[in-house]
């Protein structure tokens, strides 16, 4: 059995740095907001490059009170994809905004900056105030095109990095480009945690300020909210615990690319589509998705012969029961979305997995393939 991820075989990888590290939070009597939260904010910001991490419960949480930083409220329109976790939806509900849904390119899976803009115009009297693009399965947005457009028509905007730990555009690092992002620890990302944590990143002072005094109660000042903030705490645990993985992220994002490599090389391109990423991005392969329109027969194969294999995401956002009310009028603009939902599989990805089990999972696929394909 090749499992499709394994947070079990990341804590096996580092597990003396991983013991070590619970040791010291335990002896050292202090559980929440204490020096390996303080440490892990600044080591990770300064991994991306960027002045200032906030510490907090988890990624809906970070976009939540990146959103609310921002001044976006109740009633506010946010500009986001469909085809992504329903986190990124619950943040915007959450904060009392809507979300409004903008298709992809569907060679990507990524918010199209050209429909974008056609949204934006299109907003009319709906107050639209930010844009959260969401680098998908570790494929960074076109950040670019997104802040222009942001700049041009005065909006804020989010990133969703959940998927995108250290990946970047020209050597920039996702999570810079926007007014503020939102990074999750949740077990699987690129960089895992062994609970829930999530963190806010910026490089504006006033909004970093905003974000810390949000994440416990409003307050500037023990016990005087400020404002009506939450409780949202990365704790000391999982700090410490990030701090250790922290340091090998960069080459077990460069393994999650050998592995990519391997399988583009030997899948067949004839019957499987997959994302390739343009030479200006670094793309850090949260999963690698293959798209095929018999992908729910290939789903079943790969079950019965052990392989673990997922689909992110079955079901576009706006056509879950809790967002149907938030799908655009036009029947067909989420199109693009809609489509690929029925077409992404995610295969096995995870730094752990041996060059054996990635030619096993080659290995099926191939057969699989070999026993659909239409003789010619
Ligand atoms: C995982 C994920 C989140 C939310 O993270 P949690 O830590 O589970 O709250 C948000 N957006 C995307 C795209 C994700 O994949």
Same mark, same amino acid.
């Given at each position: 059995?090749?499992?499709?991820?394994?947070?079990?075989?990341?804590?096996? %990888?580092?597990?003396?740095?991983?013991?070590?590290?619970?040791?010291?939070?335990?002896?050292?009597?202090?559980?929440?907001?204490?020096?390996?939260?303080?440490?892990?904010?600044?080591?990770?910001?300064?991994?991306?490059?960027?002045?200032?991490?906030?510490?907090? =419960?988890?990624?809906?949480?970070?976009?939540?009170?990146?959103?609310?930083?921002?001044?976006?409220?109740?009633?506010? !329109?946010?500009?986001?994809?469909?085809?992504?976790?329903?986190?990124?939806?619950?943040?915007?509900?959450?904060?009392? %905004?809507?979300?409004?849904?903008?298709?992809?390119?569907?060679?990507?899976?990524?918010?199209?900056?050209? !429909?974008?803009?056609?949204?934006?115009?299109?907003?009319?009297?709906?107050?639209?105030?930010?844009?959260?693009?969401?680098?998908?399965?570790?494929?960074? /947005?076109?950040?670019?095109?997104?802040? %222009?457009? /942001?700049?041009?028509?005065?909006?804020?905007?989010?990133?969703?990095?959940?998927?995108?730990?250290?990946?970047?555009?020209?050597?920039?690092?996702?999570?810079?480009?926007?007014?503020?992002?939102?990074? @999750?620890?949740?077990?699987?990302?690129?960089?895992?945690?062994?609970?829930?944590?999530? /963190?806010?990143?910026?490089?504006?002072?006033?909004?970093?300020?905003? %974000?810390?005094?949000?994440?416990?109660?409003?307050?500037?000042?023990?016990?005087?909210?400020?404002?009506?903030?939450?409780?949202?705490?990365?704790?000391?645990?999982?700090?410490?615990?990030?701090?250790?993985?922290?340091?090998?992220?960069?080459?077990?994002?460069?393994?999650?690319?050998?592995?990519?490599?391997?399988?583009?090389?030997?899948?067949?391109?004839?019957?499987?589509?997959?994302? !390739?990423?343009?030479?200006?991005?670094?793309?850090?392969?949260?999963?690698?998705?293959?798209?095929?329109?018999?992908?729910?027969?290939?789903?079943?194969?790969?079950?019965?012969?052990?392989? =673990?294999?997922?689909? $992110?995401?079955?079901?576009?956002? $706006?056509?879950?029961?809790?967002?149907?009310?938030?799908?655009?009028?036009?029947?067909?603009?989420?199109?693009? @979305?809609?489509?690929?939902?029925? !077409?992404?599989?995610?295969?096995?990805?995870?730094?752990?997995?041996?060059?054996?089990?990635?030619?096993?999972?080659?290995?099926?696929?191939?057969?699989?393939?070999? /026993?659909?394909?239409?003789?010619?």
């Amino acid at each position: 059995m090749i499992p499709q991820t394994s947070p079990g075989a990341s804590y096996r %990888a580092h597990q003396t740095e991983i013991d070590g590290a619970v040791a010291r939070v335990m002896q050292s009597g202090v559980y929440i907001l204490g020096k390996e939260v303080s440490a892990f904010e600044t080591e990770f910001s300064t991994y991306l490059g960027s002045r200032y991490g906030i510490g907090v =419960g988890s990624g809906t949480d970070a976009l939540h009170i990146a959103l609310r930083a921002c001044g976006i409220g109740t009633g506010d !329109r946010v500009a986001t994809t469909p085809l992504t976790a329903s986190a990124t939806a619950a943040a915007i509900e959450m904060a009392g %905004a809507i979300p409004m849904f903008v298709d992809v390119d569907p060679r990507t899976g990524l918010l199209d900056p050209e !429909r974008l803009e056609r949204a934006i115009k299109g907003a009319g009297s709906q107050r639209l105030k930010a844009i959260v693009p969401v680098h998908l399965y570790g494929y960074p /947005a076109d950040m670019e095109a997104i802040t %222009a457009l /942001a700049n041009r028509y005065g909006l804020m905007v989010i990133e969703d990095c959940a998927q995108s730990h250290g990946a970047s555009i020209d050597l920039r690092k996702v999570g810079t480009w926007g007014h503020m992002a939102a990074f @999750s620890f949740y077990p699987t990302k690129n960089l895992g945690g062994m609970g829930d944590g999530g /963190a806010v990143i910026t490089n504006d002072r006033s909004l970093a300020e905003k %974000a810390l005094l949000l994440r416990e109660y409003g307050w500037r000042e023990r016990y005087v909210s400020e404002r009506a903030g939450v409780n949202s705490r990365l704790d000391e645990m999982q700090a410490a615990i990030l701090r250790a993985k922290l340091p090998h992220l960069d080459h077990e994002n460069r393994r999650r690319r050998e592995v990519a490599e391997l399988y583009a090389r030997a899948l067949p391109g004839a019957t499987l589509d997959t994302i !390739r990423p343009t030479a200006k991005v670094q793309h850090v392969y949260h999963q690698y998705v293959v798209m095929c329109d018999r992908r729910d027969e290939l789903l079943s194969f790969l079950k019965k012969e052990g392989i =673990g294999a997922l689909i $992110h995401y079955p079901v576009p956002l $706006h056509r879950q029961p809790a967002y149907y009310s938030r799908r655009p009028p036009q029947e067909d603009a989420l199109a693009n @979305s809609e489509s690929m939902c029925g !077409r992404v599989l995610s295969l096995p990805m995870f730094p752990e997995l041996t060059n054996e089990q990635v030619d096993m999972v080659i290995h099926v696929v191939n057969q699989w393939e070999t /026993a659909v394909r239409v003789p010619v």
